[in-house]
């Protein structure tokens, strides 16, 4: 904690980062950890106006909600360092890969109340198990078998895709997770080490930006794969030259 501030919300009991605490607020303990979740924000808001605006499937509108729950769910956590705001966190981040596996797997599921039926009761019964018993490791084991089971399916996605632009969005998705990842690690196995330089290079911070991005190049790449299944001509294009996302021409019919 930073001389002459004090905590407003009080003693820390979750999870500490390798970011000192209340440096810059007495409101916010860890300061870049938590404004760094405001990239993911915005770029979920880009994605789900562009999902309404060319009425994607109701299940794009969700995905991005979630996005955007996740990344404010962060903010508060990051922000007060309270159990239960990291369970805030915590929570949705198995919801939203619940919702990644439908998105994946429900166009070749031949029962299709099943599939989100055990899901919902999955995350509902893992938000009340979690509210009552903290994790350590077996969360992050859980979260990573999650997303372990979307990779055969993005994975197939890609190779049955010949769009240049699509495999690129799905090249970016890749190239986003391996860095967060390389950052998490790094705030996390060096933070002793990472203290003592001169500079902190926040890399929990980091992690947050680079997976703000990983979503919006996920969900971006999986709106134009459902747009090809569905017959409705998607293209990836780009905002300004750089930016990417799918525009689609729907059938006259739909």
Not at 227 to 247: C, D, I, R, S, T
Request: with cysteine.
């Amino acid at each position: 904690m930073a001389d002459g501030l004090s905590s407003f919300w009080g003693p820390v009991t979750s999870k500490d980062w390798c970011e000192q605490n209340y440096v810059y607020s007495s409101y916010i303990a860890e300061f870049f950890n938590t404004i760094s979740n405001i990239p993911g924000i915005l770029l979920a808001l880009i994605g789900l106006i562009n999902a309404l605006r060319q009425r994607f499937e109701k299940r794009f509108s969700v995905l991005h909600i979630s996005n955007m729950i996740l990344a404010i769910g962060s903010m508060l956590y990051h922000a007060t360092l309270q159990r239960l705001q990291q369970q805030g966190d915590e929570t949705p981040m198995v919801w939203e890969m619940l919702l990644y596996i439908y998105i994946l797997y429900s166009p070749d599921w031949h029962y299709r109340s099943t599939m989100p039926t055990f899901l919902f009761l999955y995350g509902a019964v893992f938000a009340v198990f979690h509210s009552l018993v903290q994790f350590r490791i077996g969360f992050k084991v859980h979260y990573v078998i999650l997303c372990l089971l979307c990779i055969p399916r993005m994975y197939k996605y890609y190779i049955h895709t010949n769009d240049v632009n699509a495999k690129w969005l799905a090249k970016l998705y890749l190239g986003t997770i391996s860095l967060g990842v390389l950052c998490w690690l790094l705030d996390r196995v060096l933070c002793r080490e990472v203290c003592g330089w001169y500079f902190n290079p926040q890399g929990h911070a980091l992690w947050h930006v680079f997976m703000g991005f990983n979503s919006y190049f996920a969900n971006t790449f999986l709106m134009f794969c459902r747009a090809e299944q569905l017959g409705w001509n998607p293209a990836v294009v780009h905002l300004m030259g750089f930016f990417p996302y799918v525009k689609i021409q729907k059938p006259k019919t739909q």
